[in-house]
């Protein structure tokens, strides 16, 4: 009987871990949508990373108050497993697919997928460099690069040594973002860009590329980080270097432990690029292509540069 019983159990285990991983990295909201409701696909490129649960979660919260029947993926980074994640939802008879890519160039193959089946496709927060996109929402990530330059060049007084952190350079967020930096520095002559490198938008490794270069340069008045978790990453390597009082800090997103981060004054600023909006808008745009309504190809929503003096002010969500 202990036997039997135990083979019960066994069992019983297999067929739990089968049922897991055959729908590992999807989710939906469940049985309280409508089964007529209009369905979406929402491929997320990573959800190791707070900008982007906050995307999801603005999606997430508009679907539900609309209706809509979202089911949710994650790359986790890969673009390969981006590809397989697009197969996957266009196989679940989708009205419409939300893209937010892992890399700009490699998406086009998911989006010319969807187009193959008639699918609307939308990019969100990054764009695709191929295929039919019906429109994208996002922010204007040159202007991002541009605001934070005109920052330090205005605190710094037109003179010092910066660094750059720059993100992911296989997407247009990444490019862009450095692009909108360097092309206002460089014309400012006494403004010396001393080390710029990608940490891939990347916490940890934002951290070791700050320490390397905290170890290399002795003068550093400024550093410009692509992203609140990379500037989060280099504020940790500045802080354990004790040049929190030398170094003035700019990142982007405005995600919460970036305004905690300037309401103490260990940060100088960054830029606020809601996800949480994007998520939102990505979602109210997929409706009203559904219900045959026209939309801009291109939907930039306003970013804002965000300081102490302001950082309580800004909404995030």
């Known amino acids: 009987m202990k036997k039997w019983f135990g083979l019960v159990l066994v069992g019983l285990l297999i067929a739990a871990l089968a049922a897991c991983s055959g729908n590992e990295g999807t989710s939906g909201d469940g049985g309280d949508v409508d089964p007529d409701a209009y369905k979406v696909g929402l491929a997320m490129n990573t959800l190791n990373n707070p900008f982007f649960v906050d995307l999801k979660e603005g999606a997430e919260e508009t679907a539900k108050a609309e209706g809509i029947n979202l089911i949710v993926s994650d790359s986790q980074g890969d673009p ?4 397989s994640e697009v197969e996957n939802l266009l196989q679940q008879d989708l009205d419409l697919l939300i893209l937010n890519p892992v890399d700009s160039d490699a998406v086009a193959q998911a989006v010319k ?8 496709v939308i990019t969100v927060d990054r764009q695709a460099n191929g295929g039919e996109v019906v ?6 990530a040159l202007k991002s690069g541009t605001i934070a330059a005109t920052y330090l060049d205005e605190e710094l007084n037109g003179s010092g040594k910066v660094v750059e952190i720059q993100g992911i350079l296989g997407t247009n967020v990444g490019r862009d973002r450095s692009k909108g930096f360097n092309d206002y520095m460089g014309d400012v002559e006494d403004i010396e860009i001393i080390a710029k490198q990608s940490a891939n938008f990347d916490r940890g490794e934002a951290l070791t590329v700050m320490e390397d270069i905290l170890q290399a340069n002795k003068d550093i008045d400024a550093v410009y980080a692509a992203n609140d978790e990379m500037a989060m990453g280099a504020l940790s390597a500045i802080d354990a270097a004790g040049r929190l009082d030398e170094i003035k800090l700019i990142g982007t997103d405005a995600i919460d432990p970036a305004q905690d981060a300037i309401r103490e004054g260990r940060m100088s600023a960054t830029i606020a690029e809601p996800p949480y909006f994007l998520g939102r808008d990505s979602v109210k745009t997929a409706i009203k292509v559904m219900d045959g309504e026209s939309v801009e190809e291109m939907i930039l929503l306003e970013n804002t540069l965000v300081t102490k003096d302001n950082v309580d002010e800004v909404k995030t969500r």
Not at 80 to 83: I, L, R, T, V, Y
């Open 80 to 83: 390969g497993k981006q590809m």
């Open 135 to 140: 429109s994208h929402i996002g922010f204007d």
């Open 113 to 120: 997928l969807a187009n193959d089946k008639d699918v609307p």
